[in-house]
């Protein structure tokens, strides 16, 4: 909640508007998920799961793979990471619920567009940096063109637009092309390095 | 989710209620429902919102007969103005790029044109504004709804979803924006099936290849130029004259330049019947009016650009008797686009002895949210509305054509200023200029008020726009005389014209 105050107060008003907008938003989305997340209420050993590494896990395997199928938050091994597997294209507003908002780890948001130059150029950008950080960050891309609601929820306006979200809360964002650099730097303050 | 499935007739009878409950209490989904998201109807949707309206666009793409279809923003941004002018600059381009040796480029080996790159890179941009028109919408608070919008009665809109899904809404005031779309030909076989129109020929993926542009439009001979252009085989058939509605010298020397740029012309010529042949290209007969022969010939693509016909049938105008010319289908207006129905009202392309412009009607929309919003009485002003025809040599005008002017004034009551020119640029590059031509319009008596004015030659449209303004302001030939040229440039010449036809002189502007 301070995070997303902060980051309404530091832009100008127009912005402001739009962050408060999509405050509102995310609000409303948290509140329905944790009704959700309710209904499908977990043992409570299992949330320690998806935090820690495989090694420190609490459950047997075979339930393990029950609550999360191998195409979810977590890479299949950290072994086998590669650019290809380190994000994931949101396929509806449900999926962008299960693997983003409720995500336990930070998840950076990539909308792009098929007709959007500068997305080309970012998008393998951002998932060398994001596989630079093996495992400790995800990745989903939206198409504006294929998920017009879900972009329009999140005040896209331009493209490329990254969003990073921890918790279900927007933590930080930006729109339009960076450096390695300057993505590596994103995605570690993401992250809480 | 279930339970809304299965009660569907339930929630149809509950929505009809709250329609009935509505109507009944005067309270509306909206103050203004604008069914048509194009130039016109986004414009004056955005207006209305920002004026402090609940406001709803509908938009729906009815998709071709080859099946293509386009996202939000109407004729303009999807297939027409943007998509053409773009192609239109390609084709400019490799012409720029001929002329470019002339002036000490190095062009090593022949320089040759990819469609699909081209193609590409205009949908791209298309897009693009699609998604730039939809963040639009919802930062001004418009609602926007893809839906294919009917009337139910004159408060009353069904819109009917890609699914066949229905939805009902209410609106104190209702405008229709819904525009056109490319007619087919009656009575040639094989038209529909065989043939295009310039619904889709700018989203093609792969390159026409040798095309017929059947009819003599604007959109006909843009297409035909900038395809020329770009290195296809191209032929235009005429059925009677070019440019009809246009000045028409002027239209004669842009299809003469057309010719000596390399398109095909068959005069006086109508297609009979077009068939497919086993190697996939098109056999079009065709009978020469003047001649009576009958000729054929194959080409890849055939564009049909033989008028457009205003989307009104869908509307359900009839039922609620909203008036329609019976001549061209489109809905008679009043000079604030009013239809005869009080709180129902239409412009843009579908109002009839409306011009099929995106300047006008955007200006028009404006102008009627303000005055649906109660803000304002001014109306459209639809006199002195410049335009230009964007063929390879670009026809620019703004006012009366001779023709018009003659009917007006009397040949005898107009002085017409005229000349040809040359533009520096086509020296060096060893252009031929015979089609540069100038004629200013005038009144004949007093301080000749200018009455229209016609440009043909390199950006045109940029050149016309300042002088549009002169004509607004009712500027005279005296005024025009006394404004110094910027040299150098073409568009001087129309401020040093001053031959006149009537002299009989030779127009042909020499030297500095």
Known sequence: MFERAKIARDRKNPENRTDLWMAHRLLVRRVWTLSVQDIRRLPSSAAAISTSSFSTSLQSPPSRVSLLSPSRTLPRTLHQISRRDVSFNVQDTEDFTERVVNSQLPVLVDFHAQWCGPCKILGPRLEKAVAKQKGRVAMAKVDIDEHTDLAIEYGVSAVPTVIAMRGGDVVDHFVGIKDDDELDSFVSKVIGQ | ?512
């Open chain 2, 1 to 512: 989710m279930a339970a809304l499935c299965r009660g569907s007739h339930r929630w149809k009878k509950i929505n009809s209620f709250h329609v009935l409950k509505r109507n009944l209490t005067g309270k509306h989904d909206y103050d203004l429902v604008v069914i048509g998201g194009g130039s016109g109807g986004l414009a004056c949707s955005k207006e209305a919102a920002q004026l402090g309206q609940k406001v709803a666009v509908l938009d729906y793409v009815d998709p071709s007969a080859k099946g293509t279809k386009w996202g939000l923003g109407g004729t303009c941004v999807n297939v027409g103005c943007i998509p053409k002018k773009l192609m239109h600059q390609a084709a400019l381009l490799g012409t720029a790029v001929k002329d470019a040796q002339r002036y000490g480029w190095q062009i090593s080996g022949t320089v040759s044109h990819d469609w699909a790159t081209m193609a590409e890179a205009v949908q791209n941009y298309v897009k693009s504004l699609n998604w730039g028109h939809r963040v639009q919408l919802q930062d001004k608070k418009v609602t926007y709804l893809n839906l294919k919008g009917t009337l139910v009665d004159k408060h009353t809109i069904r819109g009917l979803s890609k699914a066949g899904k229905e939805t009902i809404l209410t609106a104190k005031n209702i405008v229709l924006a819904t525009g056109g779309r490319p007619k087919y030909p009656s009575n040639v076989p094989g038209a529909m099936e065989h043939g295009i129109t310039s619904d889709d020929i700018f989203w093609l993926k792969k390159s026409p290849g040798k095309t017929l542009v059947v009819g003599a439009s604007y959109v006909a001979l843009e297409c035909a130029g900038f395809l020329t252009g770009i290195g296809l085989d191209t032929t235009v058939m005429v059925r009677t004259i070019a440019l009809r509605g246009f000045d028409q010298q002027m239209a004669g020397l842009v299809t003469d330049h057309l010719e000596s740029y390399g398109t095909r012309f068959e005069w006086k010529s109508v297609p009979t019947r077009v068939e497919k042949l086993s190697s996939g290209a098109l056999k079009v007969t065709w009978t020469n009016t003047q001649t009576g022969c009958e000729h054929s010939d194959t080409f890849d693509s055939l564009l049909w650009a033989v008028g457009r016909a205003p989307e009104t049938k869908a509307l359900g105008l009839d039922k609620l008797g909203v008036q329609i010319s019976k001549e061209t289908g489109k809905i008679i207006v009043g000079p604030d686009e009013s239809s005869s129905l009080p709180n129902i009202y239409a412009f843009g392309d579908i109002g009839e002895g409306r011009p099929e412009l995106t300047p006008t009607a955007i200006k028009a929309g404006r102008l009627l949210a303000h005055r649906l919003a109660g803000r304002s009485s001014e109306l459209m002003n639809y006199d002195n509305v410049a335009t230009t025809v964007f063929t390879p040599l670009e026809y620019g005008c703004v006012g009366l054509s001779e023709e018009e002017a003659e009917k007006r004034h009397g040949k005898d009551g107009i002085e017409v200023y005229h000349a040809f020119y040359k533009p520096l640029e086509f020296t060096v590059a060893q252009r031929d200029s015979s089609q540069c031509y100038i004629k200013v319009i005038c009144e004949r008596a007093g301080h000749q008020k200018i009455l229209g004015l016609h440009f043909l030659g390199p950006n045109a449209g940029e050149v016309l726009q300042g002088f549009s303004l002169a004509l607004q302001c009712g500027a005279t030939y005296r005024q025009l005389m006394q404004t110094v040229g910027i040299h150098p440039t073409s568009a001087e010449e129309l401020v040093k014209i001053n031959i006149t036809k009537r002299s009989g002189l030779d127009p042909t502007v020499t030297g500095c």
